[in-house]
């Protein structure tokens, strides 16, 4: 099992420019997860769907978009890339957000630089 | 609402000294806490978690915490460090909306 994939693992944008990032999960986890990180700040979610066919925003939603786009996928897309966007993004996902014991399985990230 | 309020952003520990790392929360409902490391270049991967069967919880790679509800804490504990205990380990409670908050992390060093 592969567990949590994201790609790319490095990307430079350009302000404005756009971008998705892309997330899949091999163990039939029905929630998902998008998080970013900075230092100092801990991990704080952008987004989430609990389950297939579902998202609500988290945290830090403001210039986000995502698509669950079937139970294994969940997608983070840029529309117009800013500078406040440089940092560490993780995708993770778990069995059934809704169980307070409910464990997140997390990806190894994506570096994301904005000039 | 609930948080975590992890005590030290960097910790640093001789090899084969305790590790002793803090964690205080905050919360109006009895807490899921967990505790996370991240190895460099890597993603999270859950150390250990609270979920009330037990205050004492042992976890991998030979940590273990201790729920206190008088004091608050989940503090993580390890009796002797190893070089590849080097990393950063984040503190965390479920809200009651069931998503997982994040305390800013501890990085932990380890000297030869």
């Known amino acids: 099992n592969a567990g949590v994939t994201q790609t790319p693992k490095f990307q430079v944008l350009k302000t404005g420019q756009s971008m998705t990032l892309q997330c899949a999960q091999d163990m039939n986890h029905n929630s998902m997860y998008w998080y970013r990180q900075d230092p100092g700040m801990g991990l704080r979610l952008i987004y989430y769907?609990?389950?297939?066919?579902?998202?609500d925003k988290g945290e830090v939603p403001n210039g986000y978009n995502v698509s669950r786009l079937n139970k294994r996928e969940f997608s983070l897309r840029l529309e117009s890339a800013a500078p406040s966007q440089t940092s560490v993004y993780f995708c993770?996902?778990?069995?059934?957000?809704?169980?307070?014991?409910?464990?997140?399985?997390f990806g190894p990230g994506t570096r994301l630089t904005v000039l | 609402a609930q948080s975590v309020t992890q005590l030290g952003s960097h910790v640093s520990v001789s090899e084969g000294a305790l590790v002793l790392l803090r964690c205080n929360y905050s919360?109006?409902?009895?807490?899921?806490l967990f505790w996370y490391v991240q190895y460099p270049n890597q993603g999270l991967q859950l150390l250990l978690k609270?979920?009330?069967?037990?205050?004492l919880v042992k976890g991998i790679n030979g940590f273990e915490a201790e729920f206190k509800k008088s004091e608050t804490s989940f503090h993580l504990t390890k009796p002797s460090a190893h070089m590849s205990d080097a990393a950063e380990y984040f503190c965390?409670?479920?809200?009651?909306?069931?998503?997982?908050?994040f305390g800013a992390g501890t990085i932990l060093r380890v000297k030869s």
């Open positions: 919360s109006s409902v009895p807490p899921y």
């Open positions: 769907s609990a389950s297939e066919g579902t998202t």
């Open positions: 609270y979920t009330s069967a037990a205050t």
């Open positions: 993770a996902s778990s069995e059934a957000s809704k169980q307070p014991t409910d464990t997140q399985y």
């Open positions: 965390a409670v479920r809200n009651g909306g069931n998503k997982l908050v």
